[in-house]
T-cell receptor, first 112, second 115 residues
Framework: KQEVTQIPAALSVPEGENLVLNCSFT??????LQWFRQDPGKGLTSLLL?????REQTSGRLNASLDKSSGRSTLYIAASQPGDSATYLC???????????FGAGTRLAVHP | DAGVIQSPRHEVTEMGQEVTLRCKPI?????LFWYRQTMMRGLELLIY????????DSGMPEDRFSAKMPNASFSTLKIQPSEPRDSAVYFC?????????????FGEGSWLTVV
């Protein structure tokens, strides 16, 4: 059974800092891994998807890396802004057939 | 595209009543997922369909829950009878299922309160 852990559970930083959010998963037999953002009271927005054959994926100030063999992924946020405040969730595809399992998330607060 | 559309957005109902949540996936997507989110348990996969066929319903909590997908553009999640512990946000999501998977798109959620 796939289990996903995200560290830290919560993070509060001043604006401008570079951030590292960590995700680990127990079953390395994944097809890919997706990072999402969730704002309070809202749905989930997909940020990045990394295929199992890839090492990293970039979108603007976001960079996600994947080490499938060790069961780890990292989301880097460069030059954080107050608008980045949200909960960030990682979710590997596993279970052999399009099954997405979520971590509990990292709750990020960026203050001016 | 309008994205994944869910209704109702908010519902408050009394214990024992039947609740029906609806979802319209993105056109052309062949997989549909129902998730439940609570503070205690986070996001849990309840059931998912591929080409309108239920593939894995192991996450459905009990017989009070049922889901259907009569066609490629519509799915329902029904709770009968509802209980206060069913209070949660229910998300529907869809994607195009492939060998290595594809980005999953979520709806805005249906916020259910059972009193």
């Amino acid at each position: 059974k796939q289990e996903v852990t995200q560290i830290p559970a919560a993070l509060s930083v001043p604006e401008g800092e570079n951030l590292v959010l960590n995700c680990s998963f127990t079953d390395s037999a994944i097809y890919n891994l997706q990072w999402f953002r969730q704002d309070p009271g809202k749905g989930l927005t997909s940020l990045l998807l990394i295929q199992s054959s890839q090492r990293e994926q970039t979108s603007g100030r976001l960079n996600a890396s994947l080490d499938k063999s060790s069961g780890r992924s990292t989301l880097y946020i460069a030059a954080s802004q107050p608008g980045d405040s949200a909960t960030y969730l990682c979710a590997p595809f596993s279970g052999g057939y399009n099954k997405l399992i979520f971590g509990a998330g990292t709750r990020l607060a960026v203050h001016p | 595209d309008a994205g994944v559309i869910q209704s109702p957005r908010h519902e408050v109902t009394e214990m024992g009543q039947e609740v029906t949540l609806r979802c319209k996936p993105i056109s052309g997507h062949n997989s549909l997922f129902w998730y439940r989110q609570t503070m205690m348990r986070g996001l849990e996969l309840l059931i998912y369909f591929n080409n309108n066929v239920p593939i894995d319903d192991s996450g459905m909590p009990e017989d009070r829950f049922s889901a259907k997908m009569p066609n490629a553009s519509f799915s329902t999640l029904k709770i009968q009878p509802s209980e206060p512990r069913d209070s949660a946000v229910y998300f529907c999501a869809s994607n195009i299922q492939g060998v290595s998977g594809n980005t999953i798109y979520f709806g805005e959620g249906s916020w259910l309160t059972v009193v």
